[in-house]
């Protein structure tokens, strides 16, 4: 799993879990961290994850070329940036070209809320697709069928790449997500801390605290 956040001192309170694959990002997620720079951000980003653990980061610009010069901006700066870039047209039109020069770029289509627009993304070649599933919902869409279809129709025609869930705002958003046949999640700091601090487990944990501490026999 990753952690959709750009906030440090949030990275830094989970990154110790070895199952914390890496971070993404997003231009407002960016944005809260009010008066740093992405380049700052990113920097100080990388600096605390280890070789393996990935950071995302998200192209801006409206036209294939501000997507594609912000693209390869973004890649000169370090092997562990997965690069996201929005699965529009021009979005697709930059994932093919990068793909075409560059195959061992990581790419991930994002903004993702049909089956149709995460083909299209794996067709282009993308390494992942990233529906966004509490924005989905806002919109009475059915987020858990989207992601089952998705999954089913990539096990089908063989297509390699991943499925992403992103935009939670609860916790059953995201095992749903898992059941579903996504084959990884970013997640909120807020909940993977929600996650770890079960309501119901801490009065448990209490009481055997103060058993142990021969409170009650
Ligand atoms: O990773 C994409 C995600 O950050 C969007 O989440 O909460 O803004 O819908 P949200």
């Not at 997507?67 to 047209?89: C, F, G, H, V, W």
Request: net charge neutral; charged share 20%.
């Amino acid at each position: 799993m990753f952690l959709d956040t750009a906030n440090i001192a949030e990275i830094e309170s989970v990154l110790t879990f070895k199952w914390v694959k890496g971070i993404t990002t997003n231009p407002t997620l960016l944005a809260k961290e009010q008066g740093q720079s992405r380049a700052n951000i990113s920097r100080e980003i990388l600096a605390i994850l280890n070789e393996n653990q990935r950071l995302f980061i998200q192209t801006t610009g409206e036209t294939q070329a501000e997507m594609y010069e912000d693209a390869q901006k973004i890649l000169s700066k370090d092997a562990r940036i997965t690069i996201k870039i929005p699965a529009n047209e021009n979005g697709l039109r930059v994932i093919t070209q990068l793909k075409q020069e560059r195959p061992d770029v990581e790419i991930l289509a994002t903004a993702i809320f049909s089956v149709e627009q995460s083909y299209l993304a794996a067709l282009a070649g993308c390494d992942w697709v990233a529906p966004y599933i509490n924005r989905m919902e806002n919109q009475g869409l059915n987020a858990t069928q989207i992601i089952a279809d998705t999954s089913a129709l990539f096990k089908k025609l063989g297509l390699p790449t991943r499925i992403l869930g992103a935009s939670f705002k609860n916790t059953a958003q995201i095992t749903e997500t898992l059941l579903a046949g996504a084959t990884d999640v970013t997640i909120p700091t807020e909940l993977v801390k929600m996650m770890m601090d079960n309501k119901l487990a801490a009065a448990s944990i209490q009481t055997f605290n103060l058993h142990a501490k021969g409170g009650i026999c």
